[in-house]
Antibody
Framework: EVLLVDSGGGLVQPGGSLRLSCGAS????????MTWVRQAPGKGLEWVAN????????YYGDSVKGRFTISRDNGKSSLYLQMNRLTVEDTAMYFC????????????WGQGTLVAVSS | DIQMTQSPSSLSASVGDRVTMTCRAS??????LNWYQQKPGKAPKLLIY???NLQTGVPSRFSGSGSGTEFTLSIRNLQPEDFATYYC??????????FGQGTKLEIK
């Protein structure tokens, strides 16, 4: 069974940092692109970042570019999102998902982890 | 950047109805278009990929059509569990996988 478990969310002050994790099992993690998607309270889905199988390719949404870093540890079957210089606009539920190519469909998702940025 | 626009923003229908919603891209995404269903407090669920392909396990009352810049998601014989928010997502541009703003399907 494919399982993705998101963790690491919490309350952080503006300007602070947080590292999210996504633990994967039940599929070839090292053979899969992965992605982070977020959803602010009451809002729609926003794509955040993608990473390829070996971590050599990374892509970011404009709103997080230069502040967030996506990474992975294939030995631990884990995906990460390092978030720096957080603002209140980063308050959201963050989901990791597996990306299946071709057509880059996100077929399995974590349950999400909530990040709240507030003073 | 490729912008995705969904219409309508909300839609009311009854159990047993057929509904159609639209997703438009600001430039051609060929068939790199996926549809997701999301219920409150839950992660999105993949319904349709590559514009027309039904994801394994998704009921056949869901269907997708279109290519280029205009796409539709249709649901026939609406069931109570289908009332949710639906999002399209383009994955044509590797630099940014953008979502539409969503269509909320409500019970009439």
């Amino acid at each position: 069974e494919v399982l993705l478990v998101d963790s690491g969310g919490g309350l952080v002050q503006p300007g602070g940092s947080l590292r999210l994790s996504c633990g994967a099992s039940g599929f070839s993690f090292s053979g899969s692109w992965m992605t982070w998607v977020r959803q602010a309270p009451g809002k729609g889905l926003e794509w955040v970042a993608n990473i390829n199988q070996d971590g050599s390719e990374k892509y970011y949404g404009d709103s997080v570019k230069g502040r967030f870093t996506i990474s992975r540890d294939n030995g631990k079957s884990s995906l990460y999102l390092q978030m720096n210089r957080l603002t209140v606009e980063d308050t959201a539920m963050y989901f990791c998902a597996r990306v299946q190519k071709p057509f880059a469909r996100s077929d399995y998702w974590g349950q999400g982890t909530l990040v709240a940025v507030s003073s | 950047d490729i912008q995705m626009t969904q219409s309508p923003s909300s839609l009311s229908a009854s159990v047993g109805d057929r509904v159609t919603m639209t997703c438009r891209a600001s430039q051609s995404v060929t068939s790199y278009l996926n549809w997701y269903q999301q219920k409150p407090g839950k992660a999105p669920k993949l319904l349709i990929y590559a514009a027309t392909n039904l994801q394994t396990g998704v009921p056949s009352r869901f269907s997708g059509s279109g290519s280029g810049t205009e796409f539709t998601l249709s649901i026939r014989n609406l069931q109570p569990e289908d009332f949710a928010t639906y999002y399209c997502q383009q994955t044509y541009s590797s630099l940014m996988y953008s979502f539409g703003q969503g269509t909320k399907l409500e019970i009439k």
